[in-house]
């Protein structure tokens, strides 16, 4: 079974300019989570999506927002991207409603580099 | 806001040696559990532990809990240099079910 997936791994932005980032879960986990986790640091959560709605928002500014779409793939878009917004980003599924009580399954990232 | 903090920061031992890792964590928590990470890449599930138990044990890796403490600890015994990571802890808090709250992480150093 093909684990999480998160495209593109790699990624150059200049400030200013607006990003999207794609996620799909493990067949059958219909929660994603995202994740920003800047060098040296701890992952700072940002959104889950469970069912196609928003179960949960971090301490991010609205210039992040995401979506999960019918087949629980999802995606982050990040606008007027700042040189602050450089981390690597996490997606994250897991089996049931509470992501906080389970195990989460981690994407490999993807490292977001804002110039 | 991060809700723990590892201690030490970073540990350097050699293979064949027993690695200590210390979480710290601040409000009433569900569970707590333990991720590895490589390189700077994704994050590994290692063991997750529930408020109501003291211990539990998964191979080489032995997890404790003290919830009076607010207090947990990852022992990985016979260490190997394949074991060198960043090692994190992470907590499903009582109050909030939807995400988990993470620690800055210790980076283990595993010498041959």
């Known amino acids: 079974d093909a684990g999480v997936t998160q495209s593109p791994t790699h990624l150059i932005k200049t400030r200013g300019q607006q990003v999207t980032l794609r996620c799909s879960p493990i067949?059958?986990?219909?929660?994603v989570s995202w994740y920003q986790q800047v060098l040296g640091q701890g992952p700072q959560f940002i959104f889950q999506?469970?069912?196609?709605?928003?179960?949960g928002r971090g301490n991010f500014p609205d210039r992040f927002s995401a979506r999960q779409f019918p087949n629980y793939s999802s995606e982050l878009n990040v606008n007027a991207l700042l040189l602050g917004d450089s981390a690597l980003y996490l997606c994250?599924?897991?089996?049931?409603?509470?992501?906080?009580?389970?195990?989460?399954?981690f994407g490999q990232g993807t490292r977001l580099t804002v110039v | 806001s991060q809700q723990g903090e590892e201690d030490p920061q970073a540990l350097s031992i050699q293979e064949g040696e027993n690695a200590t890792m210390n979480c710290s964590y601040k409000?009433?928590?569900?569970?707590l559990q333990w991720y590895r990470q490589n390189s700077g890449r994704g994050l590994v599930h290692l063991i997750l532990?529930?408020?109501n138990e003291r211990e539990k044990h998964s191979g080489r890796l032995r997890v404790t809990l003290d919830t009076s403490k607010k207090s947990s600890s990852l022992l990985i015994t016979a260490s190997r240099a394949a074991d060198t990571a960043s090692y994190f802890c992470?907590?499903?808090?009582?109050?909030?079910?939807?995400?988990?709250?993470w620690g800055l992480g210790t980076s283990l150093a595993v010498n041959p």
């Open positions: 994250a599924s897991s089996s049931t409603y509470n992501a906080g009580n389970t195990e989460a399954f």
């Open positions: 067949s059958g986990h219909k929660s």
């Open positions: 999506y469970y069912e196609k709605e928003e179960r």
């Open positions: 409000t009433s928590i569900n569970n």
């Open positions: 532990i529930r408020s």
């Open positions: 992470a907590t499903g808090n009582a109050g909030n079910n939807r995400k988990l709250i």
